[in-house]
């Protein structure tokens, strides 16, 4: 062969190669185009929006079937997104219920996995809960590290003030609200945190758990002007909430939006309840718990209301920004309703078809209103059965970010929520619940062999450690947790406690050691 034919023949196999690389290389752009998620209409990684009620329960708003509170801005989110029908909080109280959402971590292996209290209620006694660890990752530390503009706007319970577990040790930028959750019982504080210095409000102290003197006419609106203040935190929350977002640079954003509502006590401003003005009201005097209100259910129906119209002005600050399309907002609530500080659970129908209420590991406890908007990549009016939970979102979020998460318990759910293929399955859902009198409860949620769902929960005696009641229900075809099937179920049983037994593991506090 000469040189000249040589050469010729090298080449056209060079250039064969060549060809070949590139249709490779073409081919393997397709296909990670087309599962990246985090390229957006603009070309970027998307911003993050993760809006967080406070004892609102599934039942509690419009999307989920409430008939008697108006939400018209959750209808237009699910109209323009997804709902989610099985998602699931971190626990079902405040501070356990945020540190699986904050950590990814469930209530098995959080640092956190109850109401453990430093202070009191009043600002000489606001020393905040537990608090995160130094050095702890949380969902803002990722992101921060993975290039995000990070915020929290609203209610931490993490950390108190001077802690190591207050949210700008812990990842985020910018901060302002409620360190403390127990000066979150009053939404008419004398101060909120801004960072870490106080930043006060017009408000004179009034303590959040007291109740109408015995000589008192409950019927006389007068009656109540003790309780009343003026300048209402969730209005300035919401503000801050919007300055955030308006404060845009070269790199995108994640905020965390957690109200304090509808948590008790009952306050809203008096302009709100006229929108409630027809229901049937009995005063409540607060006998048991929190701030008396003469009409409770407009109030916390109205509580809701605000909630609705804050996420209202949220969505049309992104689209007046141009930046709607960019932006991924979730909307969920970190545990159910609770008839305490006046909250007529049964009028609202707050729990829906699902059993118990906040401080129960029964459905109604921890299955949340959760929707989901991101125009452009989240079909609207869709609805995902996709079973998930709070320490989802930390590798949810590392997804959409590009970035790899901290060690965690969850499964991205962002093919669910883009309904592609590949969405890994849970085949369990661990928590625990310690409250503060020495009882503990354990439920999971599992699938047999044949992937049914069934929902184990395991009742101890309150400060015996004993154990109480071990009952099995049969979530498939009863989501209300009605009939325990747990005595004929023996080989679910013994599964179950051994799903219970793995996935927790010895926590440093000894009170939430129970084996």
């Known amino acids: 062969m000469s040189i000249k ?3 010729r023949a090298k080449t056209t196999k060079q250039v064969a190669a060549l060809l070949l690389f590139c249709f490779c290389l073409f081919k393997y752009t397709q296909i990670t185009s087309a599962r990246s998620p985090i390229d957006s209409a603009e070309g970027s990684r998307p911003n ?23 939400t018209p801005n959750l209808n237009r989110m699910m109209r323009e997104g997804m709902l989610l029908t099985q998602h699931y909080a971190g626990n079902t109280v405040c501070a356990p219920s945020r540190a699986s959402l904050m950590t990814g971590l469930h209530s098995g292996h959080s640092q956190i996995r109850g109401n453990f209290e430093l202070g009191g209620f009043t600002d000489e006694e606001e020393f905040g809960q537990m608090p995160l660890n130094p050095g702890t990752a ?32 812990h990842g985020f930028d910018y901060f302002l609200g409620y360190l403390d959750q127990k000066q979150a019982h ?19 102290f009034l303590y959040p758990h007291q109740s109408l003197p015995a000589n008192a006419d409950p019927y006389d609106e ?68 929190y701030l008396p209100h003469p009409r409770p259910r407009a109030a916390r129906a109205a509580m809701i209301s605000n909630i609705d119209r804050s996420v209202g002005e949220i969505m049309d600050r992104l689209e007046e920004l141009g930046i709607s399309d960019n932006t991924l907002i979730i909307f969920s609530s970190d545990n159910g309703p609770t008839p305490e500080g006046g909250g007529d659970m049964e009028f609202f129908d ?38 998930s939970a709070f320490w989802d979102l930390m590798p949810t979020l590392a997804e959409l970010a590009g970035t790899e998460p901290p060690k965690n318990d969850g499964l991205s759910f962002l093919p669910a ?23 503990h409860t354990q439920a999971v949620r599992f699938l047999d062999d044949f992937s049914k769902s069934w929902k184990a929960v395991r009742l101890y005696s309150e400060n015996s450690g004993t154990e109480a009641a071990f009952e099995l229900y049969d979530l498939d075809n009863d989501p209300g947790e009605s009939v325990d099937l747990a005595a004929k179920n023996a080989t679910l049983v013994e599964r179950a406690t051994e799903i219970m037994k793995s996935s927790r593991s010895r926590s440093f506090i000894d009170a939430w050691n129970f084996d």
């Open 5 to 7: 034919s040589s050469y």
């Open 48 to 70: 993050i929006v993760y809006i967080l009620a406070d004892d609102l329960g599934i039942g509690d708003i419009e999307p989920f079937g409430q008939q008697h509170i108006r």
């Open 138 to 169: 949380t969902v803002a530390t990722m992101l921060k590290d993975a290039g995000y503009r990070t915020g929290l706007v609203g209610k931490w319970g993490l950390g108190g003030p001077g802690s190591y577990g207050v949210p700008n040790k």
């Open 186 to 204: 009053n939404h008419y504080p004398t101060h909120l945190w801004e960072n870490e210095e106080r930043y006060p409000l017009e408000n004179a």
């Open 222 to 289: 007068a009656s109540y002007k003790p309780y009343q203040r003026e300048d209402y935190a969730h209005t300035r929350l919401n503000g801050a909430a919007l300055e955030f977002i308006e404060t845009t640079d070269d790199r995108p954003f994640f905020l965390y939006l957690a109200y304090a509502s509808p948590h008790a006590a009952l306050q809203v401003p008096d302009g709100d309840l006229a929108t409630y003005s027809t229901f049937d009201e009995t005063p409540y005097t607060a006998i048991r718990n």
């Open 350 to 387: 707050s729990n829906s078809i699902y059993r118990g209420y906040k401080r129960d590991l029964y459905e109604g406890g921890i299955r949340m209103p959760t929707l989901a908007r991101w125009p452009g990549r989240i079909q609207p009016g869709s609805r995902s059965d996709h079973v």
């Open 417 to 439: 929520l883009l309904q592609e293929e590949g969405q890994e399955q849970h085949q369990s859902l661990y928590w625990e619940f310690h409250n503060t009198r020495g009882g």
